[in-house]
């Protein structure tokens, strides 16, 4: 009888943790514990972010509120964008690699259809807006 929840578990785990089913690709410098955390230092970073999402998806997660809210699909994508800018500066600042890549299949759902994004820094844009140069 211990098989069937253990079963449950390990078939859960997969189909609902959206890393596995997005890209078995899956970059190395976005693996671990998310960080949802707003740095004061990568405001910049996130504005120019945001804005891409806003022009590549036409959705805006520049509301503020979004980080105060309650778990809502905004919060999640907003959360999932947030840490990706974050994992790409502290990767970035420790290892010094020339682009960060990931997408992020069904990061909203759209009026239509899901709404998917390619996250995209180049250090060029990490320095102006981290290091000021």
């Not at 405001?43 to 997660?61: A, C, H, P, Q, R």
């Not at 699909?73 to 790409?88: F, M, Q």
Request: proline share 5%.
């Amino acid at each position: 009888m211990k098989i069937i929840p253990i079963t449950i578990f390990i078939i859960s785990c997969f189909f609902l943790n959206p890393f596995v089913l997005a890209d078995a690709n899956f970059p190395d410098w976005l693996k671990g514990k998310p960080d949802t955390k707003i740095h004061k230092n990568r405001e910049k970073v996130y504005e120019y972010i945001f804005n891409d999402v806003e022009s590549k998806t036409g959705i805006s997660l520049v509301n503020k509120q979004l980080a105060k809210q309650n778990i809502t699909i905004e919060r999640l994508a907003w959360e999932r964008i947030v840490n990706a800018v974050n994992k790409a500066v502290s990767h970035w600042q420790l290892h010094g690699y020339k682009k960060y890549k990931a997408k992020f299949p069904y990061l909203l759902s759209g009026e239509k259809d899901p709404v998917h994004y390619e996250f995209y820094l180049s250090e060029k844009i990490l320095k102006k807006y981290v290091i000021g140069k």
